[in-house]
Nanobody, 131 residues
Framework: QVQVVESGGGSVQSGGSLRITCAVS????????MGWFRQAPGKEREFVAA????????KYLDSVEGRFTISRDNDKNAAYLQMNSLEPEDTAVYFC????????????????????????WGQGTQVTVSS
């Protein structure tokens, strides 16, 4: 059984930084894509960032490009989201998603933003940014 657990959320003031972590456990497999999504109160869940197995492909939501950085450590089965210059609009529950199914290299980037392309999800971690 695969478990995906997020940690590192919290409350910060506008302009501050946070680093959230996604830890995958339960059994060993190649996580072809690891991604972050978020859901703000009253809104639908949206894609934030994703990274491929070898980290040669990364994709970001336009509004976080240049402020957020996604990374991963395959030895630790973990992914990270470094969030800088946080804004109140970044307030949301942040979810980690993991894809185990094999994927064609040419489709990786397109798949990153699609929720149904992921196989496992965490319960989320709250990030609150105050003005």
């Amino acid at each position: 059984q695969v478990q995906v657990v997020e940690s590192g959320g919290g409350s910060v003031q506008s302009g501050g930084s946070l680093r959230i972590t996604c830890a995958v456990s339960g059994r060993t497999f190649a996580a072809y894509i690891m991604g972050w999504f978020r859901q703000a109160p009253g809104k639908e869940r949206e894609f934030v960032a994703a990274i491929s197995w070898s980290a040669n492909h990364r994709k970001y939501l336009d509004s976080v490009e240049g402020r957020f950085t996604i990374s991963r450590d395959n030895d630790k089965n973990a992914a990270y989201l470094q969030m800088n210059s946080l804004e109140p609009e970044d307030t949301a529950v942040y979810f980690c998603a993991v894809r185990e199914r094999v994927i064609a290299p040419t489709y990786v980037v397109a798949a990153m933003v699609l929720e149904h392309e992921y196989d496992y999800w965490g319960q989320g971690t709250q990030v609150t940014v105050s003005s």
